[in-house]
């Protein structure tokens, strides 16, 4: 049975160091090869530099700081007999067919007998790769095309050729997807696969009508990210970091590569982008692009590219009547619906680009997909888009938007013009009954909807709660039956922060669990698993003086919180994304936590100008067994930036466990919960919590004041660290007293209510709520 132990990775260039990178991720190590460079004292001197830069560029490659030490660094010319003792051979190398071809040659020398073989490549046919080898080779080859940056593109498009080993694609699929946390696509041998060809279409789309119907770099950046359900970096701020003449180069492929589709002008730059790349603009390899950050400091100021005049101006916030409007609907679909209907200049720069994407995603169905399924996940996926293009055709009505085209003189494609003579509504539909439900999707090809099948170890809360409503709800949180004896407490309030909709709901979930199931899983599957207490609401509270209620508020969340410490049924808490402040309080108290790789969890009060007030000092410093590691994590409101990283920090525990795909979140997170009923004995409140006292304080106190000396924290930094000493030395008692939790939830409380009223924390709210961002005042 083959196994994957050791990688071989070929090329160490950014995607080749990103992809040994997320394998060192998974516990995975590799051997990196590159060239060896003219003139260097090191012969592995290319591939060291792979790793470098995977560990400190920006997005960082690896999970933790330790993770290059699995990844071997080599070069072709001395070390590619070290492939046989690979399991997966990955090529990453330039985009050159005789290159590839070339290395694979000598690869195949060395190479073990059962190795598995494929390429990166975004676009060369693997049929040209792979002409001419033998068929032992060609059986253990195909495409895996990773997404860059690897560790946070969930894509990996694999690509079988006829030749491919069927239990070999298995295989593969089934790693990425598990090992390496990857949504896995089968894609055809076509240009570009699925995702690029949909992505640099939609790309050209964008910049053809930018130039036609004269709009601004920043009009169309402002329309283009999060309004519709992309990311934030948008059209022309994605081009600078992709690089201009990336963008450029795939395109200029892309077009030779696809003689017969009549849409493949669009891969071409427009006359200004071409004029950036004659200049050299490239974007931010190069220090300008369509952007350019000048001064310095407090000074420094974002220009943006006039592309008529290609001179530079401060970049303008653009309004449009429209946007400002639809910016509070907060439901995709219902935003990107009044957004298309509007008549200004938004609306009509939005349905062009729609309508396009639309007819020439439909178009390209079956070439370079059989359904619609997979162009979906792609472009989800690999572009991080909210909406695939069929899943945002239906968001606008699918057959109202089809009357629109048709009313404008488009010609639909014939395969849509068969679904509307069906009488289809949309290209996904729930079908079912007796409490069954599952989704279908509508086959093009076939002309009829058929079943999307499950997918095992993958669990949609959306879809149970459709299937069979939930236990309880309210405005904040709902407790949906997961099966098997496990209750799900659902968070889906606004970035699932905490108010007393989830709080009450904290108290109904173990109350439900304890008389009706046999264990809590906590989980939801928002952007964020909970970003913390509701801000306003607290500054609004200690504004008007209403101290009774805040503290009747924190200490509530501190008894929900032990509730869950105490509860006697395990609970498992599954977090993801940011884990921040109360949220991170509530994980750390559940017996167990199952978390995302993607982990940024911390304990950030001191940001707005707080402490922890929910059980996060006293569980920080159980942990730590030393109050003065949690004072400085604390009170520099230290982030993790992985599960692993946040293992280091004691955010998570030994025996806590980690999920490389987030779509198994919930899954394995059920699965942990059912593990624990076997053995789970509900514990009791601690009643003997070693503190340091007065002499821990001291200690603390004269950092804080070191620190302040050096200017390194304000004068409210200072009383902030004064107050966290205070409740982490453990009320400087004398001596080295042992205290109860309690004890330590109530000298949480006091600190927490004390700062919650001093003018200088009340303005950190306000900052914060206004710009998201923390005030240092």
Same mark, same amino acid.
């Given at each position: 049975?083959?196994?994957?132990?050791?990688?071989?990775?070929?090329?160490?260039?950014?995607?080749?160091?990103?992809?040994?990178?997320?394998?060192?991720? #998974?516990?995975?190590?590799?051997?990196?090869?590159?060239?060896?460079?003219?003139?260097?004292?090191?012969?592995?001197?290319?591939?060291?530099?792979?790793?470098?830069?995977?560990?400190?560029?920006?997005?960082?490659?690896?999970?933790?700081?330790?993770?290059?030490?699995?990844?071997?660094?080599?070069?072709?010319?001395?070390?590619?007999?070290?492939?046989?003792?690979?399991?997966?051979?990955?090529?990453?190398?330039? +985009?050159?067919?005789?290159?590839?071809?070339?290395?694979?040659?000598?690869?195949?020398? !060395?190479?073990?007998?059962?190795?598995?073989?494929?390429?990166?490549?975004?676009?060369?046919?693997?049929?040209?790769?792979?002409?001419?080898?033998? $068929?032992?080779?060609?059986?253990?080859?195909?495409?895996?095309?990773?997404?860059?940056?690897?560790?946070?593109? &969930?894509?990996?498009?694999?690509? $079988?050729?006829?030749?491919?080993?069927?239990?070999?694609?298995?295989?593969?699929?089934?790693?990425?997807?598990?090992?390496?946390?990857?949504?896995?696509?089968? =894609?055809?041998?076509?240009?570009?696969?699925? #995702?690029?060809?949909?992505?640099?279409?939609?790309?050209?789309?964008?910049?053809?009508?930018?130039?036609?119907?004269?709009?601004?770099?920043?009009?169309?950046?402002?329309?283009?990210?999060?309004?519709?359900?992309?990311?934030?970096?948008?059209?022309?701020?994605?081009?600078?970091?992709?690089?201009?003449?990336?963008?450029?180069?795939?395109?200029?492929?892309?077009?030779?590569?696809?003689?017969?589709?009549?849409?493949?002008?669009?891969?071409?730059?427009?006359?200004?982008?071409?004029?950036?790349?004659?200049?050299?603009?490239?974007?931010?390899?190069? *220090?300008?692009?369509?952007?350019?950050?000048?001064?310095?400091?407090?000074?420094?100021?974002?220009?943006?590219?006039?592309?008529?005049?290609?001179?530079? !101006?401060?970049?303008?916030?653009?309004?449009?009547?429209?946007?400002?409007?639809?910016?509070?609907?907060?439901?995709?679909?219902?935003?990107?619906?009044?957004?298309?209907?509007?008549?200004?200049?938004?609306?009509?720069?939005?349905?062009?680009?729609?309508?396009?994407?639309?007819?020439?995603?439909?178009?390209?169905?079956?070439?370079?997909?059989?359904?619609?399924?997979?162009?979906?996940?792609?472009?989800?996926?690999?572009?991080?888009?909210?909406?695939?293009?069929?899943?945002?055709?239906?968001?606008?009505?699918?057959?109202?938007?089809?009357?629109?085209?048709?009313?404008?003189?488009?010609?639909?494609?014939?395969?849509?013009?068969?679904?509307?003579?069906? *009488?289809?509504?949309?290209?996904?539909?729930?079908?079912?009954?007796?409490?069954?439900?599952?989704?279908?999707?509508?086959?093009?090809?076939?002309?009829?909807?058929?079943?999307?099948?499950?997918?095992?170890?993958?669990?949609?809360?959306?879809?149970?709660?459709?299937?069979?409503?939930?236990?309880?709800?309210? @405005?904040? /949180?709902?407790?949906?039956?997961?099966?098997?004896?496990?209750? =799900?407490?659902?968070?889906?309030?606004?970035?699932?922060?905490?108010?007393?909709?989830?709080?009450?709901?904290?108290?109904? %979930?173990?109350?439900?669990?304890?008389?009706?199931?046999?264990?809590?899983?906590?989980?939801?599957?928002?952007?964020?698993?909970?970003?913390?207490?509701?801000?306003?609401?607290?500054?609004?509270? /200690?504004?008007?003086?209403?101290?009774?209620?805040?503290?009747?508020?924190?200490?509530?969340?501190?008894?929900?919180?032990?509730?869950?410490?105490?509860? $006697?049924?395990?609970?498992?808490?599954?977090?993801?994304?940011?884990?921040?402040?109360?949220?991170?309080?509530?994980?750390?108290?559940?017996?167990? @936590?199952?978390?995302?790789?993607?982990?940024?969890?911390?304990?950030?009060?001191?940001?707005?100008?707080?402490?922890?007030?929910?059980?996060? =000092?006293?569980?920080?410093?159980?942990?730590?067994?030393? %109050?003065?590691?949690?004072?400085?994590?604390?009170?520099?409101?230290?982030?993790?930036?992985?599960?692993?990283?946040?293992?280091?920090?004691?955010?998570?525990?030994?025996?806590? @466990?980690?999920?490389?795909?987030?779509?198994?979140?919930?899954?394995? %997170?059920?699965?942990?919960?059912?593990?624990?009923? &076997?053995?789970?004995?509900?514990?009791?409140?601690?009643?003997?919590?070693?503190?340091?006292?007065?002499? #821990?304080?001291?200690?603390?106190?004269?950092?804080?004041?070191?620190?302040?000396? *050096?200017?390194?924290?304000?004068?409210?930094?200072?009383?902030?660290?004064?107050?966290?000493? &205070?409740?982490?030395?453990?009320?400087?008692?004398?001596?080295?007293?042992?205290?109860?939790?309690?004890?330590?939830?109530?000298? +949480?409380?006091?600190?927490?209510?004390?700062? =919650?009223?001093?003018?200088?924390?009340?303005?950190?709210?306000? &900052?914060?709520?206004?710009?998201?961002? $923390?005030?240092?005042?």
């Amino acid at each position: 049975m083959r196994t994957i132990r050791r990688v071989g990775v070929l090329g160490a260039g950014t995607m080749g160091s990103r992809i040994a990178a997320h394998f060192a991720n #998974a516990g995975i190590p590799s051997l990196l090869l590159d060239i060896v460079l003219p003139n260097a004292a090191d012969r592995n001197a290319a591939a060291k530099k792979g790793i470098e830069n995977a560990a400190k560029q920006r997005p960082i490659g690896f999970f933790t700081g330790a993770g290059g030490s699995l990844v071997q660094p080599g070069n072709f010319e001395d070390h590619l007999h070290l492939l046989q003792e690979c399991d997966w051979i990955i090529e990453a190398v330039t +985009e050159n067919l005789d290159i590839k071809r070339a290395l694979w040659t000598k690869v195949e020398i !060395h190479r073990h007998p059962d190795a598995i073989l494929s390429t990166n490549t975004s676009g060369i046919p693997l049929a040209q790769i792979s002409a001419g080898f033998s $068929p032992s080779f060609r059986a253990n080859f195909l495409g895996t095309h990773f997404f860059n940056p690897p560790r946070y593109l &969930h894509l990996v498009e694999i690509i $079988p050729t006829p030749a491919t080993d069927p239990h070999l694609l298995a295989l593969v699929s089934n790693f990425c997807d598990h090992r390496l946390g990857k949504g896995v696509v089968l =894609c055809k041998d076509t240009p570009n696969f699925i #995702a690029n060809r949909i992505g640099s279409f939609f790309g050209g789309t964008v910049h053809k009508i930018t130039a036609e119907d004269d709009y601004t770099i920043e009009e169309v950046d402002a329309l283009t990210g999060s309004l519709i359900g992309l990311p934030n970096s948008a059209s022309f701020r994605l081009l600078d970091i992709v690089g201009l003449d990336v963008w450029a180069y795939v395109g200029k492929n892309l077009y030779e590569a696809t003689p017969h589709d009549p849409w493949r002008d669009r891969f071409l730059p427009p006359p200004f982008l071409q004029e950036l790349l004659n200049r050299g603009w490239l974007g931010e390899k190069s *220090g300008q692009g369509f952007y350019r950050r000048t001064g310095k400091g407090d000074a420094k100021i974002i220009e943006a590219l006039d592309r008529k005049s290609l001179e530079y !101006h401060p970049a303008l916030r653009v309004s449009f009547p429209s946007v400002e409007q639809a910016r509070s609907i907060e439901s995709l679909p219902e935003r990107l619906r009044a957004l298309v209907s509007s008549t200004d200049r938004a609306g009509a720069f939005l349905w062009k680009l729609f309508r396009d994407l639309f007819l020439y995603s439909a178009e390209r169905v079956p070439e370079i997909s059989d359904r619609i399924v997979e162009i979906d996940r792609a472009m989800r996926w690999g572009y991080a888009n909210t909406l695939g293009p069929f899943e945002l055709w239906d968001a606008l009505s699918f057959v109202p938007t089809a009357r629109r085209m048709e009313a404008e003189g488009l010609h639909l494609p014939p395969s849509i013009v068969s679904m509307l003579q069906t *009488g289809a509504a949309g290209f996904y539909r729930t079908a079912g009954r007796n409490a069954v439900s599952h989704t279908e999707y509508f086959d093009l090809p076939r002309s009829s909807y058929e079943p999307l099948e499950e997918r095992p170890g993958i669990t949609v809360l959306s879809d149970l709660k459709h299937a069979a409503g939930v236990v309880r709800k309210n @405005a904040g /949180a709902s407790l949906i039956d997961l099966g098997d004896g496990v209750l =799900c407490l659902e968070f889906h309030s606004k970035m699932n922060s905490l108010g007393e909709d989830i709080i009450s709901m904290i108290y109904s %979930a173990i109350e439900e669990t304890s008389n009706h199931f046999e264990a809590l899983v906590i989980a939801n599957q928002g952007a964020d698993f909970c970003v913390g207490a509701n801000l306003m609401l607290v500054l609004l509270a /200690a504004q008007e003086g209403d101290w009774d209620e805040l503290n009747r508020a924190v200490h509530r969340f501190q008894q929900a919180c032990m509730a869950i410490k105490c509860s $006697p049924k395990p609970v498992v808490a599954a977090p993801f994304a940011r884990t921040l402040g109360g949220g991170c309080e509530i994980v750390l108290h559940a017996a167990q @936590a199952q978390a995302s790789a993607e982990l940024y969890i911390g304990l950030v009060e001191a940001g707005v100008g707080l402490i922890p007030a929910g059980g996060g =000092c006293k569980e920080m410093l159980i942990r730590y067994r030393d %109050a003065r590691p949690a004072f400085e994590q604390i009170g520099f409101a230290k982030v993790s930036t992985s599960a692993g990283d946040a293992r280091n920090l004691r955010y998570l525990s030994r025996t806590d @466990a980690v999920t490389m795909n987030q779509e198994r979140l919930i899954s394995d %997170a059920k699965d942990a919960a059912l593990k624990l009923t &076997h053995s789970y004995l509900a514990p009791s409140p601690l009643t003997a919590i070693p503190t340091g006292g007065d002499q #821990a304080f001291a200690i603390m106190k004269m950092g804080a004041w070191m620190a302040r000396q *050096g200017n390194y924290i304000s004068d409210h930094d200072q009383l902030i660290a004064e107050k966290l000493a &205070h409740v982490l030395s453990g009320g400087r008692l004398s001596g080295t007293p042992a205290v109860s939790e309690q004890y330590l939830l109530d000298l +949480e409380r006091e600190a927490f209510l004390s700062l =919650c009223g001093h003018p200088k924390t009340q303005q950190r709210m306000q &900052h914060m709520l206004k710009t998201g961002k $923390p005030l240092r005042n």
